[in-house]
């Protein structure tokens, strides 16, 4: 409880600590602003990027499950149509199914092209192309048609394999005007030489009416294509691109290097960037393409995007303004505390520094002097019959007086640190860092010539015109005395009541007083003492 009390009592003073340096350097504040503002903006586009990937990885999620989900329900109704044509293969191997009459080898041949589901006509045709049976016929005999400049026909009787064959989409000349694919098989007979094929169509509006109830988005796709780039079905539905390849696209190309995956490219048919999903569907020569166009993922993350980054933008632009106004007010208090510390500091009569500003900068190089090990001189300076005078002459030429005798000391302390200022009333004190006495007194006694040469008249004093007197103190920080500012300003106090009991116009001590320190250089030539 203590510790906590004491973290209290501490806040407010380290709040202090922080105003104040904020206050004493404005440009620090800005600053502050100015980077606030941009953490807030670089937060800002993190989390807008954050957003725009989580929208990209949700798309791909939805595309890749509903690939998964269309590639399993063509696979099923592709099996049950291969599984009805493997039905009439084993019926046409079996010589007691061939010699059954014809009605009865139709039914038998045939019963189980009936139960697939949108599977259309199922034919046989001989070596030649020429249809030999047809489900679709009936009563028998079959439709005289021949199916050898059919691709299904030409790659069966070209090829060793029995592998199911998907053909392109055409018209059918035997079923209804409608596109349909054909899926075929290949025959042989018992040396294995080719002898026809078996032939099941099926009907392209099992496919429109499968993707048409899919959830894409107003520029999304599906396409069926063949693994050679050959068009089967797609959504949107246009028939001119059915039939047409996309072998060789940079939208086709990725879906030949594995069996299922994700990409963002470009489509071929009407140049719609999205991000496609594809699997191949089981062992059939099928790819099924699932693309969300990237305009839609990202429709409602720009949307808020523009919001956010809107309301921060202008959230960063207040903050970065108020930060400036705020620099201004801090300068221009600044300014005003300058201007009003210059003034409370400054003798308004005398143009010196107050007895205030005196009093702060003589604790001050005292503590230096004595830190540092060096000397320090103080001269105390007093108008010579200054009552006599304003009796004399008046306060408006008193006050002319004393502002040419502050001018006098001006023009005679030329160091950069030393300091001069009022003491009080006629009273006058310089504050000499860095100087022995024997460089004070050359400074005294530029102070006391300067003056006198100045011829002020003054008919009460002895000489006519207006003198000062000077007595100047040291403290040698080195000797290891110990003296406070006051006891150096007593014995600055002392040395010039000497200098007044001796006439006037006088500084004390006097320089024979003063011969331990006759080899120390003036203050004139002598090192700059560092500025308060």
């Known amino acids: 409880m203590p510790t906590a009390l004491n973290a209290y009592a501490k806040t407010p003073m380290l709040f202090r600590k922080i105003s104040g340096a904020f206050v004493a350097r404005p440009a620090l504040f800005a600053a502050s602003g100015g980077f606030v503002a941009l953490v807030m903006a670089v937060i800002t586009v993190v989390s807008l990027y954050d957003m725009r990937t989580d929208a990209l990885m949700r798309a791909r999620d939805a595309a890749d499950g509903l690939s998964l989900l269309l590639s399993r329900d063509i696979e099923r109704n592709l099996e049950i149509c291969d599984l009805s044509l493997q039905a009439v293969i084993d019926g046409m191997a079996d010589p007691v199914v061939l010699a059954l009459p014809m009605p009865l080898r139709q039914r038998v041949l045939f019963d189980g092209a009936t139960k697939a589901r949108d599977l259309g006509t199922v034919l046989v045709a001989d070596h030649l192309g020429n249809i030999v049976f047809d489900s679709g016929a009936l009563p028998p005999p079959p439709r005289n048609a021949n199916l050898s400049d059919r691709d299904y026909f030409k790659v069966q009787r070209d090829r060793l394999s029995d592998a199911l064959f998907i053909s392109k989409p055409f018209v059918s000349s035997v079923d209804p005007p409608l596109l349909s694919i054909g899926l075929s098989r290949r025959l042989t007979n018992r040396k294995g030489k080719f002898s026809g094929v078996v032939l099941g169509t099926l009907q392209l509006d099992y496919f429109q009416h499968l993707l048409d109830g899919m959830p894409l988005g107003p520029h999304g796709s599906i396409t069926l294509v063949r693994t050679d780039g050959i068009v089967l079905m797609r959504r949107p539905f246009n028939v001119g691109e059915i039939g047409r390849s996309l072998a060789g696209g940079a939208s086709f190309t990725p879906v030949l290097k594995s069996e299922k995956g994700s990409f963002v490219g470009v489509a071929i048919l009407d140049g719609e960037q999205r991000l496609y999903s594809f699997r191949h569907i089981g062992k059939y020569p099928i790819i099924i393409e699932v693309g969300f166009s990237t305009n839609d993922i990202y429709a409602q993350w720009q949307w808020r995007a523009c919001v956010i980054g809107g309301v921060m933008g202008t959230l960063c632009l207040l903050l970065v303004l108020m930060s400036i106004l705020i620099t201004r007010q801090f300068r221009e208090r600044l300014e005003i505390e300058q201007r009003l510390r210059i003034r409370a500091d400054t003798d308004s009569l005398t143009g010196l520094s107050t007895r205030r500003a005196l009093d702060i900068a003589l604790q001050f190089e005292t503590r230096r002097a004595k ?162």
């Open 371 to 532: 830190r540092d090990r060096r000397t320090l001189s103080v001269l105390m300076l007093d108008i010579d019959t200054f009552k006599l005078f304003n009796d004399r002459y008046g306060h408006v030429a008193g006050d002319k007086a004393l502002r040419t005798v502050a001018l006098c000391i001006k023009e005679s302390v030329l160091r950069q640190g030393d300091f001069a200022g009022r003491y009080g009333g006629e009273e006058f004190c310089v504050i000499l860092p860095g100087t022995a006495l024997h460089g004070a007194l050359h400074v005294a006694q530029a102070i006391r010539k300067a003056v006198y040469d100045a011829a002020i008249p003054h008919s009460a004093s002895p000489l006519g015109i207006v003198t000062i007197s000077i007595g100047a103190a040291t403290l040698d920080g080195a000797s290891g005395v110990e003296m406070t500012s006051s006891q150096l300003i007593d014995c600055a106090d002392r040395e010039l009541y000497a200098a007044k009991a001796a006439g006037g116009n006088t500084v004390m001590p006097p320089a024979q007083r003063d011969e331990k320190d006759a080899n120390v250089e003036s203050p004139l030539i002598a090192e700059q003492a560092p500025q308060l």
